[in-house]
Nanobody, 123 residues
Framework: QVHLVESGGGLVQAGGSLRLSCAVS????????MGWFRQAPGKEREFVAA????????DYSDSVKGRFTISRDNAKNTVFLQMGTLKLEDTAVYYC????????????????WGQGTQVTVSS
């Protein structure tokens, strides 16, 4: 059974940093590209970042580019999202997801999802 478990969310002041982790089990982690998505109250789930299987390629939404960094450790079956210079509008539930093919920003392309972790940015 596939499990994706996010951690590292919490309450942080604007301008601060957080590091999210997503531990993956039940699939061959190095065979999957990984992504992070987020969903704020009343809004659709949106793409945040993605990383290819070997970390060669990364992709970021315009809203987080330059502030967030996605990385992965294939030896530990874990993907990370380092978030910096956080803004109020970054408040959302953050989800990690797995897809066999890197390159899509559509959440429908990702077949495995975690339960999410809440990130709240305060002023």
């Amino acid at each position: 059974q596939v499990h994706l478990v996010e951690s590292g969310g919490g309450l942080v002041q604007a301008g601060g940093s957080l590091r999210l982790s997503c531990a993956v089990s039940g699939l061959t982690f190095s065979s999957y590209a990984m992504g992070w998505f987020r969903q704020a109250p009343g809004k659709e789930r949106e793409f945040v970042a993605a990383i290819s299987r070997s970390s060669t390629l990364t992709d970021y939404s315009d809203s987080v580019k330059g502030r967030f960094t996605i990385s992965r450790d294939n030896a530990k079956n874990t993907v990370f999202l380092q978030m910096g210079t956080l803004k109020l509008e970054d408040t959302a539930v953050y989800y990690c997801a797995a897809t066999p093919l890197y390159g899509s920003r559509r959440f429908g392309s990702y077949g495995h999802w975690g339960q999410g972790t809440q990130v709240t940015v305060s002023s």
